[in-house]
């Protein structure tokens, strides 16, 4: 993005924040708000509890330090009291510019965080910007103070750095309200920018933490087939004027966080130098911006406005995520960057994830939507019995929803068209969807009896007819190890103890649970490392075997009966797949070039 300079404030009053990063070693922003208070004095501000595109509440407010409140340009201070965990109120006569003075301690290197030290500074404005409640429609001119060896990345619009007279350099951007500044995070620090444009529209990555690691070469050409890629679901057009991704690179972590016209990514920076994670750094790209169109502009009417204090609860996040999943790596696919047998091994292995854990029967794709703020992200032992995970789940839904439209109308629609079309019957008219508007859209294009499967796959049970699906597009379901002795356990990693039982299983019915130190099986010791070719060796389908465990240090001899396991679920390119079933495979992972195989 060009720096430009800031449009003139309109009548509006406009708020000013200052950030001091100047300071990195002490890992702490030091933040000057300066508001007007309103005619009859008093003004009460807060700060997010939580990061829209991370549904749980992280109680920011935990990092704020010496809030102090002062008549603006003085020392005089003004009385400045904390009335919630997340809220603080300044009194005041009315009309006083009053200056808020606080420290944000940030320490914690994440999507959604703040990260402070000699190498970088990042932070979400969630974490940093205490604003006022009654004035969220207001602009911000937001003056961040840093190194001047270090270059400022963000979406929103900035000054150009200007030297101070401490020997570092500050830029002001603007936001027009609360909810674009808590939308651009900020990244400073010694990073390496690539610009590129699709379509004639500005798109960037800036690489921050990479050491001696170089990006690859084709790292901007691989990105422009991907926004291309994602542009065409949506008719070829970008919603953005301009996008960056700010990319951080560490020893380890990963995640992705989506925002209108950014998104930030972190991977560990090895994933840049090996084949397969480089996919996977390109697959969490793909995901970040396809969610500039599905969640960030076109979204649920209860996502319409944002409350950033408490849960905001939706049943969409199938569709939110679960179809962002599923077009994630369909888009690096289709972009000639996966080929089509590495996408299957994708798919597999959500298909897997899938059958293996009953909790899709206790807990619809609707249900668990609703619930991301107390199970998602809090998963447990029970987790995979009790709750379906929308991202994976979401995406083999989509998938089975997507070959439904395929079948249903011969090929002539999919799930691409599904998505433009309510894209431009809620965000293009200015609003929010609700789960009619994505029954519209699909009934549109092909019938009510597609809106009853959707309905099947997201509020009952899911249970989707796969191999029959699947062959429509000449690809196999097939199970490897199919028929082997299976228990149902998962072990703590390097570990005896039990991380989890599954429900229902040979080991559940055994009563063997989670904490469960087991110490031996038929008479043989259990170690770390050595239960799968145990069980190979002792454990036969339908044979009792006498399990030696430890449960709060009591020893227990438990009986289990192992079942025919289900085995892995793989698919396959199905080699005598008709020309027909080749073509609609074609038409829906785009055509494999000569280099995929
Ligand atoms: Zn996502």
């Given at each position: 993005?060009?720096?430009t300079d800031?449009?003139?404030?309109?009548?509006l009053?406009?708020l000013e924040?200052?950030?001091?990063?100047?300071?990195?070693a002490?890992?702490?922003?030091r933040?000057?708000a300066?508001?007007?208070s309103?005619?009859?004095?008093?003004?009460?501000?807060f700060?997010?509890t939580?990061t829209p595109g991370?549904?749980?509440?992280r109680?920011y407010?935990r990092h704020?330090s010496?809030v102090?409140?002062f008549e603006?340009?003085?020392e005089q201070?003004?009385?400045?009291?904390?009335v919630?965990k997340n809220r603080?109120r300044v009194?005041a006569?009315?009309d006083?510019?009053?200056?808020?003075?606080?420290?944000?301690?940030?320490?914690?290197?994440?999507?959604r965080t703040?990260?402070v030290?000699?190498c970088?500074a990042?932070?979400n404005h969630?974490?940093?910007?205490?604003?006022?409640i009654?004035q969220?429609?207001?602009?911000?001119?937001i003056?961040i103070?840093?190194?001047k060896?270090?270059?400022?990345s963000?979406?929103?619009?900035?000054?150009?750095a200007?030297a101070?007279?401490l020997g570092?350099v500050?830029?002001?951007?603007r936001?027009?309200?609360?909810a674009?500044a808590?939308?651009?995070?900020?990244?400073?620090?010694s990073t390496?920018?690539?610009?590129?444009?699709?379509h004639?529209v500005?798109?960037?990555?800036?690489l921050?933490?990479?050491?001696?690691?170089?990006p690859?070469p084709s790292?901007t050409?691989?990105?422009?087939?991907?926004?291309?890629?994602?542009?065409?679901?949506?008719?070829?057009?970008l919603?953005?004027e301009?996008y960056?991704?700010?990319?951080?690179?560490?020893?380890?972590?990963?995640?992705?966080?989506?925002?209108?016209d950014?998104?930030t990514?972190?991977?560990?920076r090895?994933?840049?130098t090996?084949?397969?994670?480089?996919?996977d750094?390109l697959?969490l790209a793909?995901?970040?911006?396809?969610h500039?169109?599905?969640?960030?502009r076109?979204?649920?009417v209860e996502?319409w406005?944002?409350?950033?204090?408490?849960?905001?609860?939706t049943k969409?996040?199938w569709?939110?995520e679960?179809?962002?999943?599923?077009?994630?790596?369909?888009?690096?696919?289709?972009?000639?960057l996966?080929?089509?047998?590495?996408?299957?091994?994708?798919m597999?292995k959500?298909?897997?994830?899938?059958l293996s854990?009953p909790?899709?029967?206790?807990?619809?794709?609707?249900?668990?939507?609703?619930d991301?703020?107390?199970?998602l992200?809090?998963?447990d032992?029970?987790?995979?019995?009790?709750s379906?995970?929308?991202?994976?789940?979401?995406a083999?839904?989509?998938?089975?929803?997507?070959?439904t439209?395929?079948?249903?109308t011969?090929?002539?629609?999919s799930?691409?068209d599904?998505?433009?079309s309510?894209?431009?019957?809620?965000?293009?008219?200015?609003?929010?969807?609700e789960?009619?508007?994505?029954?519209?859209?699909i009934?549109?294009?092909?019938?009510?009896?597609?809106?009853?499967k959707l309905?099947?796959?997201?509020m009952?049970p899911?249970?989707?007819?796969l191999?029959e699906?699947?062959?429509?597009?000449?690809?196999k379901?097939?199970?490897?190890d199919?028929?082997?002795?299976f228990?149902?356990v998962?072990?703590?990693?390097?570990?005896?103890?039990?991380?989890?039982?599954t429900?229902?299983s040979?080991a559940?019915?055994a009563?063997?649970?989670?904490?469960d130190?087991?110490?031996?099986?038929?008479?043989l010791?259990?170690k770390?490392?050595?239960?799968?070719?145990?069980?190979?060796?002792?454990?036969e389908?339908?044979?009792?075997?006498?399990?030696?465990?430890?449960?709060?240090?009591?020893?227990?001899t438990l009986?289990?009966?192992?079942?025919?396991?289900?085995?892995?679920?793989?698919?396959?390119?199905?080699?005598?797949?008709s020309d027909?079933q080749?073509?609609a495979?074609?038409a829906w992972?785009?055509e494999?070039s000569?280099?995929?195989?």
């Amino acid at each position: 993005m060009p720096q430009t300079d800031l449009p003139r404030s309109g009548p509006l009053q406009t708020l000013e924040f200052r950030i001091d990063a100047t300071q990195p070693a002490t890992r702490e922003l030091r933040v000057c708000a300066i508001i007007t208070s309103p005619e009859d004095g008093d003004v009460e501000l807060f700060l997010p509890t939580w990061t829209p595109g991370s549904y749980l509440i992280r109680e920011y407010s935990r990092h704020l330090s010496r809030v102090e409140a002062f008549e603006a340009g003085t020392e005089q201070p003004l009385p400045c009291l904390k009335v919630g965990k997340n809220r603080f109120r300044v009194e005041a006569p009315g009309d006083t510019r009053i200056e808020l003075r606080y420290r944000v301690y940030a320490h914690e290197l994440s999507v959604r965080t703040a990260d402070v030290d000699s190498c970088h500074a990042y932070w979400n404005h969630c974490c940093v910007l205490l604003w006022p409640i009654e004035q969220t429609d207001l602009p911000a001119d937001i003056t961040i103070e840093h190194l001047k060896d270090w270059s400022l990345s963000c979406s929103l619009a900035a000054t150009p750095a200007r030297a101070n007279a401490l020997g570092c350099v500050a830029s002001t951007l603007r936001a027009r309200d609360l909810a674009e500044a808590l939308d651009s995070p900020v990244l400073i620090g010694s990073t390496k920018r690539l610009e590129w444009q699709v379509h004639g529209v500005p798109h960037a990555i800036v690489l921050d933490g990479l050491g001696t690691v170089a990006p690859p070469p084709s790292l901007t050409t691989d990105l422009t087939k991907i926004v291309e890629q994602a542009a065409s679901v949506f008719g070829d057009s970008l919603p953005y004027e301009q996008y960056v991704f700010l990319a951080l690179f560490a020893d380890e972590g990963y995640g992705g966080l989506e925002h209108s016209d950014s998104s930030t990514l972190l991977m560990p920076r090895t994933a840049l130098t090996s084949k397969a994670k480089y996919r996977d750094f390109l697959t969490l790209a793909a995901h970040e911006l396809f969610h500039a169109w599905n969640v960030k502009r076109m979204r649920p009417v209860e996502f319409w406005n944002y409350d950033y204090e408490q849960e905001n609860y939706t049943k969409l996040l199938w569709l939110m995520e679960g179809w962002t999943a599923y077009y994630d790596d369909l888009l690096v696919t289709r972009a000639g960057l996966m080929s089509p047998t590495d996408y299957l091994a994708t798919m597999a292995k959500n298909v897997q994830n899938m059958l293996s854990a009953p909790g899709r029967f206790a807990l619809s794709l609707e249900e668990s939507s609703f619930d991301a703020w107390i199970r998602l992200y809090r998963p447990d032992e029970n987790t995979r019995n009790s709750s379906q995970n929308y991202y994976g789940n979401g995406a083999v839904a989509a998938m089975c929803l997507d070959l439904t439209i395929r079948r249903t109308t011969g090929g002539k629609y999919s799930i691409d068209d599904a998505l433009h079309s309510l894209y431009r019957s809620t965000f293009d008219a200015g609003r929010g969807y609700e789960l009619a508007d994505v029954h519209a859209a699909i009934e549109a294009i092909a019938g009510a009896e597609v809106v009853e499967k959707l309905t099947e796959f997201v509020m009952g049970p899911l249970d989707p007819q796969l191999a029959e699906l699947l062959a429509d597009v000449g690809v196999k379901l097939t199970f490897r190890d199919a028929g082997k002795p299976f228990l149902g356990v998962a072990f703590r990693a390097n570990t005896t103890t039990i991380a989890s039982v599954t429900k229902g299983s040979p080991a559940d019915d055994a009563g063997i649970a989670p904490d469960d130190e087991v110490i031996a099986a038929n008479n043989l010791r259990v170690k770390p490392g050595n239960w799968q070719t145990l069980l190979a060796a002792v454990g036969e389908v339908a044979e009792p075997m006498q399990l030696l465990v430890a449960r709060r240090g009591i020893m227990q001899t438990l009986t289990v009966i192992p079942t025919s396991g289900m085995g892995t679920a793989k698919l396959v390119v199905d080699a005598e797949a008709s020309d027909e079933q080749c073509a609609a495979r074609n038409a829906w992972l785009g055509e494999p070039s000569e280099s995929q195989g």
